[in-house]
């Protein structure tokens, strides 16, 4: 072969390496891209989504910002491919997550605290009752008549809402760090304990509302721990510390002795995880809805993808179908 068409090939060659390089990860990480997974609709509010809660043919969406519709918003979603808004509820504050239980919607508010809403009318939700706590409530959890609160300086409050017209204390847990999250499940509730250079994870034992108390801890070095979703006693839970974006999962099997089962690191930020048949839906600030085959959860496998914009930081999965808060993109259902 000649030295100049040698030469000349393997110029080729290298330019078609360099592009294919810089294709690939474009096309994965900053274009549309999805697979094992499909759209089937989308609504915005106009906002920043920032929760999602589902409960039969309703989405109850958290919107940030201060638009119209803001606040809480109630979506339809009985046809997926046409989801609409019902209604909507703002009256002042930062509105961040939202529960519901039967009529009544619990709106945690980082600038207002708690706001409990009448939801019979979904076209018109009312407010009740209002819990001011420190002012600054993060997160929500109801389970029968009682609400968890993330209390950012009194640490998890428990909420009496029998009668949702008179909300009263029943008592609370303090912390020595800021309460962002709570997530309850059998009994225990898993609470963020922020402090400036770490946030570790709690175990409150609730079964006696009364008399909240300590079972356990877990707060490595360096870890900031986002947002705990617990199923069958394993937790899942985010690092949003400088170097972190991955998602951890614990065994929660001895309360007093949490322990690392595996952690899925894709590069980018894990902000929210559900379980739902054996896999783990992630929301990730930056590549969107990962689905995940966690059946080993020291080897985790990439089964499913959706991206195409926006920043997801919530997840709920119902069925086949998966809901998600992606911010300025509103409220995403996809086909999983």
């Given at each position: 072969m000649e030295p100049k068409r040698k030469k000349l090939i393997i110029i080729i060659s290298l330019i078609v390496v360099i592009v294919v390089a810089i294709i690939i990860p474009v096309t994965l990480f900053l274009g549309k891209f999805s697979f094992n997974t499909s759209e089937l609709g989308q609504i915005f509010?106009?906002?920043?989504?920032?929760?999602?809660?589902?409960?039969?043919?309703?989405?109850?969406?958290?919107?940030?910002?201060?638009?119209?519709?803001?606040?809480?918003?109630?979506?339809?979603?009985?046809?997926?491919?046409?989801?609409?808004?019902?209604?909507?509820?703002?009256?002042?504050?930062?509105?961040y997550a939202v529960d519901v239980v039967g009529d009544i919607a619990v709106l945690a508010n980082i600038f207002v605290g708690v706001e409990i809403l009448n939801i019979s009318d979904l076209t018109n939700p009312?407010?009740?009752?209002?819990?001011?706590?420190?002012?600054?409530?993060?997160?929500?959890?109801?389970?029968?008549?009682?609400?968890?609160?993330?209390?950012?300086?009194?640490?998890?409050?428990?909420?009496?809402?029998?009668?949702?017209?008179?909300?009263?204390?029943?008592?609370?847990?303090s912390i020595s760090g800021a309460c962002t999250q709570v997530?309850?499940?059998?009994?225990?509730?898993?609470?963020?304990?922020?402090?400036?250079?770490?946030?570790?994870?709690?175990?409150?034992?609730?079964?006696?509302?009364?008399?909240?108390?300590?079972?356990g801890s877990y707060a490595p070095a360096d870890i900031d721990f986002w947002n705990p979703y617990v199923h069958e006693k394993v937790i899942y839970v985010a690092n949003h510390g400088n170097n972190g974006g991955e998602l951890h999962v614990l065994s929660a099997n001895n309360y007093s002795q949490i322990s690392p089962l595996g952690v899925f690191d894709d590069g980018g930020l894990i902000y929210a995880a559900f379980t739902s048949s054996n896999k783990v839906y992630a929301a990730d600030y930056q590549y969107g809805l990962i689905i995940i085959d966690m059946t080993d959860f020291s080897n985790p496998v990439v089964i499913g993808r959706h991206f195409d914009g926006g920043?997801?930081?919530?997840?709920?999965?119902?069925?086949?179908?998966?809901?998600?808060a992606d911010r300025e993109d509103g409220l995403e259902i996809i086909r999983v």
């Open positions: 509010s106009g906002g920043v989504v920032t929760d999602v809660e589902i409960e039969g043919d309703i989405a109850y969406v958290v919107d940030s910002a201060d638009n119209n519709p803001s606040g809480l918003v109630i979506v339809n979603i009985s046809n997926p491919y046409h989801p609409y808004i019902l209604g909507s509820y703002y009256q002042s504050g930062l509105p009312v407010k009740t009752d209002q819990y001011t706590g420190s002012g600054a409530a993060f997160d929500v959890q109801v389970v029968g008549e009682i609400t968890y609160v993330a209390d950012w300086s009194r640490g998890l409050v428990l909420l009496n809402i029998s009668d949702p017209s008179h909300v009263s204390e029943i008592s609370r847990f997530y309850v499940d059998n009994g225990i509730a898993y609470i963020t304990d922020h402090h400036i250079s770490y946030t570790g994870i709690r175990l409150i034992n609730v079964s006696n509302p009364q008399s909240p108390f300590q079972v920043h997801s930081v919530d997840v709920v999965v119902v069925g086949d179908i998966a809901y998600v």
